[in-house]
Structure formats: C-alpha cells, structure tokens
C-alpha cells in the first residue's frame, strides 16, 4: 500500500487516496506500507507529449514515428495547429459519402490517411473545410497538399509532400454532396461519384492540380498512378479524417 507521496523539488507531502495522477516533471519519493512499515522508493518523472494522430489506427499498424512526426512537420508549415481529432474512420463509419459529409464538413482543416490492401499509405491535407455544396474551393496560399508515405514505386525513397501546380490552384479541394474527400481537378485523388459508397468509384489521376515528382512526366500513367500504384477502382482497406478542433 502507497501511503504518501514526496516530489524532492517542492517538498511537498501529500496523502495518497485513491489513484494520484502525476501531471508535473520532477523527482519524487513513494513510502510504501510493507508489514507496517514504510519503505521509500525513488522515481524520476518525465511527461511525455501525446504523439501527433496517436490514435489513427492506420499509423499505429506501420509503427513508424518517423510517418507522424513528418505528418505534423507538414501541416504546421501549411498553417494548422497539430490539435486534430478523429472524426471519420471507415472501419467503424463505414463507406457511405453521407457520413463523411456528417462527420467532417464545416470542422475546419484535416488530414486524410489513406490504407490500401496493396500496402500503399498517401493521402491529403485540405487547408480549408469540406462541405456539400457543390463547388471548388481553394485556401488562402493553396496550403493543401497530397503527400505518400508508403508507396510501391521502386524509385520511391521517402516520405514525400506533393504541392499544388500555380495554374491550376482555384481547385485545390472539389466539396460535392455525392462525392468523398476530393483533391484537384480531374481528380487527383477522389472517393466515390453520385453514388452511395464512397469505395466503388475512386480514382488517382496524379497531375491535374497537384504537382508529380520530378522525374515524372506531367499527364503520363507513371505520374498519375504514382499515389496508389494504379488509376480506378482503387482497392482501399481503410481511411481515417482527422479534422481541427
């Protein structure tokens, strides 16, 4: 039984009742109650900040720091807090436009992780909020971005940040009520068309609005399935939206 608790910089005691939760860095001291007498134990305490989209369950399965921290990296150069909650998870909300419309319009600026089945994680950064009103939006600067973190490219390195073409930056996100998140024209990157399951009808056609590697010629099939490996009719195993608080 723990029967007191000292934190060495303060000098402090203070009664255990219950759970104590630690919220300050610092040394302390437990006397622990054994045969009744108290046998002090020392710890050093360090609070470690939660890591950036902890709880995505597409990053937890590749556990790799490295995706997160590149992640946080971006969207703080694009303008946006790293203080991003979950509101859509296809797992659990299932493949309907209706529900990502419900859960994510009008909630400010997010992430969109995409898993395939291939292996293939990419996604989106739209640097203005979804809604349903048929039209194309575009944010102030064009701060939104597609990016590839797991690719089946054999020339593909790292992780990589794909930014808007300057002529084509009026359609940086396209906000349909019958569509899925949508990035550029063509579309770059699309979920579902006038149809109710945002799975069926998807697309990658890299190099309408969002810029392909270099290397990469403009308007080539070697661009444009860059993302995903191919073109329609994607095989998606999950996708997660992370939206501003």
Known sequence: ???????????????????????????????????????????????IDPMFLEESEILQKENNPKFNQILEKWIKEAGCNSNLQRRFNSRTDGWEYQAFHQKCDYKGKSIVLIKLKNKSLFGGFAAIDWDSRSRWKQSTGNKSFLFSLISLNPNFIQPLKILILRKKNNKEIKCYKNYGPTFGDGSDLRFGC?????KEYTCSYLGYTYKPPFGYKLGSNEARNFLAG???????????????L
Do not use: A, H, R, W
């Open 194 to 198: 006038d149809n109710d399951n945002m």
């Open 230 to 244: 191919s073109l329609d009719y994607l095989d998606i195993f999950q996708i997660e939206i992370f939206c501003e």
């Open 1 to 47: 039984m723990i029967t007191e608790i000292t934190k060495f910089q303060e000098g402090t005691n203070q009664e255990l009742i219950g759970e104590y939760l630690f919220q300050e860095e610092g040394e302390y001291q437990i006397n622990i109650l054994i045969n009744d007498q108290k046998i002090p134990k020392s710890f050093k305490l360090k609070v």
